[in-house]
């Protein structure tokens, strides 16, 4: 085990993914430091004010701004979409409902649907082998 391990720290870039926040748009003091987990647990507690900003406002990192659409993180490549957008730049594109945005979303409903099918498969398939037991 490293002693980055047993110290229980993580780079400022892991722990702005768990927070799910864009690094960049972060004080420089969370960018430039170790966050410990007790930190991390803290920040995730009791949010300061940046970051309930941040989290409120943006910019928000692609999973994010991925999940708020409705789409893949490579749907938005495929729409373009490759920098951190703001709250406020995500509810235009909401608005706007582009093209590319409605062809994404149902390509995600599609891949949604399928998995539940799978799912569904799957479970009839462990039930009808218990059955067999």
């Known amino acids: 085990m490293s002693s980055q391990q047993s110290t229980q720290t993580m780079k400022p870039a892991t722990a702005a993914k768990k927070l ?6 972060t004080p420089a ?7 410990t987990r007790a930190e991390l647990n803290e920040l995730q507690a009791n949010p300061p004010e940046w970051l309930s900003e941040l989290r ?11 999940a708020k659409l409705g789409v893949s993180i490579a ?16 509810e235009a594109l909401k608005q706007e409902r582009p093209e590319w945005l409605e062809k994404e979303r149902a390509t995600q409903a599609e891949v949604r649907k399928e998995a539940a099918r799978i799912k569904q498969l799957k479970k009839e398939k462990e ?6 037991d």
């Open 75 to 90: 749907g938005l490549a495929r729409g373009g979409v490759t920098d951190a957008l703001t709250t406020e730049q995500i």
């Open 20 to 25: 799910g926040v864009y690094l960049p748009a």
């Open 56 to 66: 409120r406002n943006g910019p928000h990192p692609r999973p994010v701004v991925a």
């Open 29 to 35: 003091s969370f960018q430039e430091g170790v966050v």
């Open 127 to 132: 039930q009808r082998a218990a059955g067999r």
